[in-house]
């Protein structure tokens, strides 16, 4: 039911929305959501986990390794995918996350 429920609520929502997949692992979900919902009703899709490498240091083996997101298929995903590392029991990193990606006005379509 999940798939149906954000499907339902992309349709009725009047602006494109951004989609977070919060404690995502490798990011299944939004890989699948990506190639199913209609791209023009989606800005892209934040996958936040905390065991994603931060974007200026080399991928270890403690992280998930970002690869089949970024690798060869990187230009063929229908929205942008995007890696976010936070830790949710932070409050400070949930304020972080509301900024950067859910704080968008009216007006922008292409925001964060």
Known sequence: PVIAA???YVAAEPRRVTIVDLCCGKGYLSM????MLP??????????DNAWPRHD???QD?????EHLWG???DAWPVPLCTS???LKKRCSLKALGE?????EEGEEDGG
């Not at 699948?32 to 190639?35: C, F, N, P, R, T």
């Not at 791209?39 to 936040?48: Q, S």
């Open 6 to 8: 954000v499907r339902d």
């Open 32 to 35: 699948l959501l990506a190639e």
């Open 39 to 48: 791209t023009d009703r989606v800005r892209g899709c934040v996958l936040v």
């Open 57 to 59: 240091v080399a991928v």
């Open 62 to 66: 403690k992280h998930i390794n970002p």
């Open 72 to 74: 060869r298929y990187a």
């Open 85 to 87: 590392k936070i830790d």
């Open 100 to 104: 950067r990606w859910l704080s968008a």
